[in-house]
């Protein structure tokens, strides 16, 4: 079977989605279907509680998804160029990559 990368991504998230209910998305335009309308339709399945629009500031979306996943829930990220999702670079290396030893253990960030 030939499918796009988008429909695969797509595809993918949809079945981690119907597998585990503390899955859930996070990006810009996400909610509308995706900045190219690859994700249209999972709003409609999921429901806007986990297919979430974020404002344009990949910083706060990749910070929040960060704090949510502490928590307990696994969010997925959608940044779709990368050179705006460099702007989120801080969060990434210098706080999601260290979080389990700057805690102690006490904590996980699975996104």
């Known amino acids: ?18 597998a585990d209910p503390t899955v859930w998305a996070v990006g810009e335009d996400l909610g509308r279907g995706g900045v190219f309308q690859q994700y249209k339709g999972l ?8 297919i979430s629009d ?3 500031s990949e910083a706060a979306i990749m910070g929040a998804a960060f704090g949510a996943a502490m928590v307990g829930t696994r969010p997925v990220v959608e940044m779709r160029f990368a050179d705006f999702a460099l702007c989120a670079t801080d969060e990434l ?7 389990r030893f700057m805690f102690g253990g006490q904590s996980r960030a699975p996104m």
């Open 1 to 18: 079977m030939k499918m796009t990368y988008a429909d695969a991504a797509k595809l993918a998230l949809a079945e981690c989605m119907r």
């Open 43 to 50: 709003r409609e399945e999921f429901g806007a509680n986990r």
């Open 54 to 56: 974020a404002p344009i």
């Open 93 to 99: 290396v210098n706080q999601i990559a260290k979080a």
